[in-house]
Nanobody, 123 residues
Framework: QVQLVESGGGLVQAGGSLRLSCAAN?????LAWFRQPPGKEREFVAA????????FYADSVKGRFTISKDNAKPAVYLQMDSLKPEDTAVYFC???????????????????WGQGIQVTVSS
């Protein structure tokens, strides 16, 4: 059993920055971030390989968001810069299912999820 707990969300003005953290309790494989904007389906944001450190990003956040990890804790982070109102969403941390492809952008590749944390970007 893996427990994931997100922190660091909140309200920020457009152009600002936030840093999300996800603390994992239990053995995890690679970790990722998803988000669910208001009235929309959950979507992939970024993933990082536990072993190689390779990173994967959705096109919508490339160049603005940076995912990083700390295997010792273990934890994963999402540094969000140049935030836009369309980044407003509930952000979820997820742990990749064993055997699923690295950097997968589909929900079915992840079997443990955090409870989610709100990020609101005002214009």
């Amino acid at each position: 059993q893996v427990q994931l707990v997100e922190s660091g969300g909140g309200l920020v003005q457009a152009g600002g920055s936030l840093r999300l953290s996800c603390a994992a309790n239990g053995r995890t494989f690679s970790l990722a971030w998803f988000r669910q904007p208001p009235g929309k389906e959950r979507e992939f944001v970024a993933a990082v390989s536990r072993n190689s450190g390779n990173t994967f990003y959705a096109d919508s956040v490339k160049g603005r968001f940076t995912i990083s990890k700390d295997n010792a804790k273990p934890a994963v982070y999402l540094q969000m810069d140049s935030l836009k109102p369309e980044d407003t969403a509930v952000y979820f941390c997820a742990s990749k299912r064993m055997g699923a492809p690295l950097g997968s952008n589909v929900e079915e590749a992840y079997d443990y999820w955090g409870q989610g944390i709100q990020v609101t970007v005002s214009s």
